[in-house]
């Protein structure tokens, strides 16, 4: 995972609550800069223990081949393809649906030269206080693994605003209501 340093150096003033129970953990979070594009993202493994870890490192993995290399930008896009890669590491298919081992993920991609946010969400929401007004943003309500009837990933895209500020969150809550004490990754895009 990235450092406090690096994520500080892309996305600026932010707050960060993380807790793992161990070194290595389910629960993870994400930062890249491409250009004026800046990858934000949290994400909660499926599988409790080394399999939940597992799928961490393998997400973590996953999403530099599809950013970094790949250059695909669009979030919803880097969903599908991680989907697409996640079932092929694991040998999961359609016609055999057997484990949950997958990835729930809150993705935003920050353009800083159009003033936009666009998120793409796995069952992961995006809690925005953009233009002095807070905004849930809910995911697709799909995991990041095999199912039997799968559709695309879809993203929302939001113009943002001096001082606007994102919560992502790795795990409960998803209200409005309790998002106030419960802040996993904030940022002030002020």
């Not at 079932?87 to 484990?99: E, F, V």
């Not at 693994?145 to 113009?159: G, N």
Request: aromatic fraction near 8%.
């Amino acid at each position: 995972m990235p450092g406090h340093q690096h994520l500080e150096d892309i996305i600026g003033n932010f707050t960060l609550l993380y807790l793992p129970k161990d070194v290595v953990s389910r629960d993870f979070y994400w930062g890249h800069q491409n250009n004026e594009n800046v990858f934000i993202a949290v994400g909660d493994c499926t599988g409790r223990g080394v399999p939940g870890d597992f799928m961490s490192v393998l997400s973590i993995s996953l999403l530099n081949e599809v950013i970094k290399w790949k250059q695909i930008l669009q979030p919803a896009e880097i969903l599908n393809e991680l989907r697409k890669l996640i079932m092929l590491s694991l040998k999961q298919n359609t016609d055999r649906i057997g484990g949950s081992d997958g990835l729930e993920l809150a993705l935003c991609r920050i353009d800083k030269s159009n003033n936009q946010l666009v998120f793409a969400g796995s069952q992961r929401p995006l809690f925005i206080v953009n233009n002095h007004t807070l905004t849930g943003i809910q995911p697709d309500k799909m995991s990041i693994f095999a199912y039997v009837t799968m559709k695309d990933f879809s993203e929302t895209i939001v113009e943002i605003f001096g001082g606007a500020c994102l919560c992502l969150q790795m795990g409960s809550p998803t209200s409005l209501e309790e998002i106030a004490t419960n802040v996993t990754l904030s940022n002030n895009l002020g």
